[in-house]
């Protein structure tokens, strides 16, 4: 039985693979998978061989990776092949994840594989790049002058979108905003703060000084309407960002230019991405039609079309070419699918999955109502696991229904208060977390920033002498004083509702 069930699970990653080819080499060995969360389980980790070229069967090779979670139930069904989106993500470290117990439940229904598509994770090549980019800070973002450099940017989705989607998408979180009291109160017309923010910029960009806290360069970032755009526009791809928008909506209206400095000086310099995600993109391209459609709709819309930054502009310059109008003819198909959307996903709306549903005559269609991209769409109600695993056992399902995602809680406006740099000072130093890690606090300029581990940098704000927020996020933390007012430790918290987690200041 274990050897039918490996050459039926080898079958479908070879055939999601591409087509038949000679010789596909198959190794497999026993491993501890060990979650970011939890206990370790046994599991089973394996490559397969295929050709880099499915036209070219005995030509190049390339090797895909991927963790098998065996059955748990007493009579399995066929496997289940989780294939992780981005594109560019490891379905192998997204099973590490939050996602983990999903699974672990899943496994009662049938082997659980987790893959790792070409390009990602630990299968191999990596099409990872050494190069670094950066963006001038002189003049405010534009699409001309930093088409050939943003070609490192993360890309923003599978295709090119529509900026009617984004607003869309901002429209529903601020009626949402003005249904929070809390939030209302300072910020009445999230739509109104957006377009005047966007007309002050369009005719009179911004300068702020900021400090790298990495190398200590200090460097005149000036800021245009297309930065406020694009940070705005990534600040809504997720739950946290969105929960974080009114406050930073508000406090961008009010004047406080360092917090739109922050969210998009980090765009114009860093290092560029695999380009397995870049080359998806620039492959699956969009008609002529379509992004006529993209620049009619810009003008019209807060956010314009900064979402799609960097592409198309990118694609000349990597050299993957549009596959062309026939690769993105509708898929026809008449096997059962379960499509799931959030009615807060600014990066695949639900309006998408029901375009899609017209050409899956057995598709099922389950809308989360309040759920951003990512997690969310699996995480933010058990019966969402549970009509996945209702799914696969073939129970019955609506053609489309709708269920609630736990409620969001914005970040209601906040004010940071002016600490003089020497109180700031105190604080930089190095915090040793309960349960492993070390987060460092470093001062760059006037501002202090968090380094967990090897991480990226985050920038804290003050609301007080010692409360201090995420710029960008839900997340805040307060230092503790001791006796003689000496800096002892921190306490941080993702939101009101998490743990704490507590450091001791060790440096």
């Given at each position: 039985m274990r050897s039918l069930k490996w050459k039926t699970a080898a079958a479908l990653i070879f055939a999601l693979a591409g087509r038949a080819a000679a010789s596909p080499t198959l190794t497999i060995r026993p491993e501890k998978f060990r979650p970011s969360e939890g206990a370790p389980v046994d599991a089973e980790f394996g490559e397969l061989s295929v050709p880099a070229n499915h036209s070219r069967p005995d030509g190049p090779r390339i090797t895909l990776a991927f963790v098998r979670f065996p059955a748990t139930g007493r009579h399995p069904g066929a496997p289940i092949v989780y294939l992780a989106g981005g594109p560019g993500v490891s379905g192998i470290e997204a099973a590490r994840g939050p996602r983990f117990p999903m699974f672990q439940a899943l496994r009662e229904l049938g082997d659980v594989v987790a893959l790792d598509q070409r390009g990602t994770g630990k299968s191999r090549p990596k099409l990872s790049c050494s190069e670094s980019y950066q963006i001038p800070f002189d003049r405010p973002l534009d699409r001309v002058s930093g088409a050939a450099a943003l070609?490192?940017?993360?890309?923003?989705?599978?295709?090119?979108?529509?900026?009617?989607?984004?607003?869309?998408?901002?429209?529903?979180?601020?009626?949402?905003?003005?249904?929070?009291?809390?939030?209302?109160?300072?910020?009445?017309?999230l739509e109104?703060?957006?377009?005047r923010i966007d007309d002050r910029l369009e005719h009179e960009p911004v300068r702020v000084a900021l400090t790298d806290p990495r190398n200590a360069r200090s460097a005149e970032v000036v800021l245009g309407k297309l930065d406020f755009q694009f940070a705005l526009s990534e600040m809504i791809a997720d739950e946290r960002g969105i929960a974080a928008v009114p406050d930073f909506v508000a406090r961008v209206a009010r004047g406080d230019w360092t917090a739109l400095a922050l969210a998009a000086a980090p765009w114009r310099i860093g290092h560029v991405p695999s380009l397995m995600s870049i080359a998806m993109d620039c492959a699956s391209g969009a008609d002529d039609a379509w992004r006529a459609r993209i620049r009619e709709e810009a003008p019209r819309t807060l956010l314009g079309d900064a979402i799609n930054l960097p592409f198309p502009e990118v694609c000349p310059a990597v050299g993957v070419r549009d596959l062309g109008p026939a690769y993105r003819l509708p898929v026809k198909s008449d096997v059962p699918a379960l499509l799931i959307a959030g009615t807060l996903d600014g990066r695949t709306p639900v309006s998408n999955a029901r375009e899609v549903m017209k050409n899956l005559p057995n598709a099922r269609l389950l809308v989360i109502d309040g759920a951003a991209h990512s997690d969310p769409l699996f995480l933010s109600n058990p019966a969402i696991v549970e009509s996945i695993r209702g799914f696969f056992a073939g129970e019955e399902q609506p053609r489309e229904r709708t269920i609630p995602a736990e409620p969001l809680r914005f970040v209601a406006p906040r004010h940071v208060a002016d600490v003089a740099p020497e109180r700031l000072s105190r604080y930089v130093g190095e915090y040793k977390i309960e349960g492993g890690g070390v987060r460092r606090v470093v001062r760059a300029?006037?501002?202090?920033?968090?380094?967990?581990?090897?991480?990226?940098?985050?920038?804290?704000?003050?609301?007080?002498?010692?409360?201090?927020f995420y710029e960008g996020q839900s997340a805040h933390l307060r230092f503790e004083i001791g006796d003689g007012g000496k800096v002892t430790g921190m306490v941080m918290f993702q939101n009101d509702r998490a743990a704490a987690e507590k450091a001791k200041k060790v440096k």
């Amino acid at each position: 039985m274990r050897s039918l069930k490996w050459k039926t699970a080898a079958a479908l990653i070879f055939a999601l693979a591409g087509r038949a080819a000679a010789s596909p080499t198959l190794t497999i060995r026993p491993e501890k998978f060990r979650p970011s969360e939890g206990a370790p389980v046994d599991a089973e980790f394996g490559e397969l061989s295929v050709p880099a070229n499915h036209s070219r069967p005995d030509g190049p090779r390339i090797t895909l990776a991927f963790v098998r979670f065996p059955a748990t139930g007493r009579h399995p069904g066929a496997p289940i092949v989780y294939l992780a989106g981005g594109p560019g993500v490891s379905g192998i470290e997204a099973a590490r994840g939050p996602r983990f117990p999903m699974f672990q439940a899943l496994r009662e229904l049938g082997d659980v594989v987790a893959l790792d598509q070409r390009g990602t994770g630990k299968s191999r090549p990596k099409l990872s790049c050494s190069e670094s980019y950066q963006i001038p800070f002189d003049r405010p973002l534009d699409r001309v002058s930093g088409a050939a450099a943003l070609a490192g940017i993360e890309p923003l989705d599978h295709t090119e979108k529509l900026p009617s989607d984004l607003q869309a998408l901002l429209v529903e979180v601020a009626r949402r905003v003005r249904e929070d009291a809390a939030v209302r109160a300072a910020l009445p017309d999230l739509e109104d703060a957006v377009r005047r923010i966007d007309d002050r910029l369009e005719h009179e960009p911004v300068r702020v000084a900021l400090t790298d806290p990495r190398n200590a360069r200090s460097a005149e970032v000036v800021l245009g309407k297309l930065d406020f755009q694009f940070a705005l526009s990534e600040m809504i791809a997720d739950e946290r960002g969105i929960a974080a928008v009114p406050d930073f909506v508000a406090r961008v209206a009010r004047g406080d230019w360092t917090a739109l400095a922050l969210a998009a000086a980090p765009w114009r310099i860093g290092h560029v991405p695999s380009l397995m995600s870049i080359a998806m993109d620039c492959a699956s391209g969009a008609d002529d039609a379509w992004r006529a459609r993209i620049r009619e709709e810009a003008p019209r819309t807060l956010l314009g079309d900064a979402i799609n930054l960097p592409f198309p502009e990118v694609c000349p310059a990597v050299g993957v070419r549009d596959l062309g109008p026939a690769y993105r003819l509708p898929v026809k198909s008449d096997v059962p699918a379960l499509l799931i959307a959030g009615t807060l996903d600014g990066r695949t709306p639900v309006s998408n999955a029901r375009e899609v549903m017209k050409n899956l005559p057995n598709a099922r269609l389950l809308v989360i109502d309040g759920a951003a991209h990512s997690d969310p769409l699996f995480l933010s109600n058990p019966a969402i696991v549970e009509s996945i695993r209702g799914f696969f056992a073939g129970e019955e399902q609506p053609r489309e229904r709708t269920i609630p995602a736990e409620p969001l809680r914005f970040v209601a406006p906040r004010h940071v208060a002016d600490v003089a740099p020497e109180r700031l000072s105190r604080y930089v130093g190095e915090y040793k977390i309960e349960g492993g890690g070390v987060r460092r606090v470093v001062r760059a300029g006037p501002l202090l920033f968090t380094i967990r581990d090897s991480g990226s940098p985050l920038a804290i704000r003050p609301a007080s002498e010692t409360e201090f927020f995420y710029e960008g996020q839900s997340a805040h933390l307060r230092f503790e004083i001791g006796d003689g007012g000496k800096v002892t430790g921190m306490v941080m918290f993702q939101n009101d509702r998490a743990a704490a987690e507590k450091a001791k200041k060790v440096k």
